[in-house]
């Protein structure tokens, strides 16, 4: 009965990790495409801030949704770089045809950079805080001397 609960629990977690980043990735895509915004702050890079936070929220859920389906650290984190190199571009593509948006490399590389610090923070919160995942998709711990 343990090993049903933990499998169980596990593909809710996973369900629900995916559809947080959906979600997310949806707001964010959607906010991206309003034409000629005028709110957040007004303070040099403030866009640059704002895409490294949306991204890497994304990368946080999109890392603890690769690990409970029960993929390793390192394979997760390289997937999450991946996918937000891909949605980052065609986020920016597509901005190019919205008013008062423009497709910028500066806004990419924050993606970038803000979706794979997402995806390494979530594999350290998930080391600190074990809740995080299925104890089947945890690390075992390591002695602290060998």
């Not at 920016?92 to 995806?119: K, N, Y």
């Not at 390494?120 to 001397?145: C, E």
């Amino acid at each position: 009965m343990g090993g049903k609960w933990i499998l169980e629990e596990s593909v809710r977690r996973r369900r629900v990790y995916f559809g947080m980043m959906a979600g997310w990735v949806a707001l964010t895509l959607t906010l991206t495409s309003i034409p000629n915004p005028e709110f957040g702050p007004s303070f040099p890079g403030a866009d640059k801030v704002a895409h490294f936070g949306f991204y890497a929220v994304a990368g946080f859920l999109c890392s603890l949704w690769r690990r409970e389906i029960g993929k390793e650290p390192v394979a997760a984190v390289l997937y999450v770089a991946l996918f937000v190199s891909v949605l980052g571009a065609v986020d920016e593509i597509q901005q190019q045809w919205i008013p008062g948006r423009s497709m910028e490399f500066l806004d990419w590389l924050a993606d970038f950079a803000g979706g794979s610090s997402g995806a390494l923070a979530a594999v350290v919160a998930a080391a600190w805080i074990p809740f995080l995942l299925t104890p089947k998709n945890q690390l075992a711990p390591r002695p602290l001397s060998d």
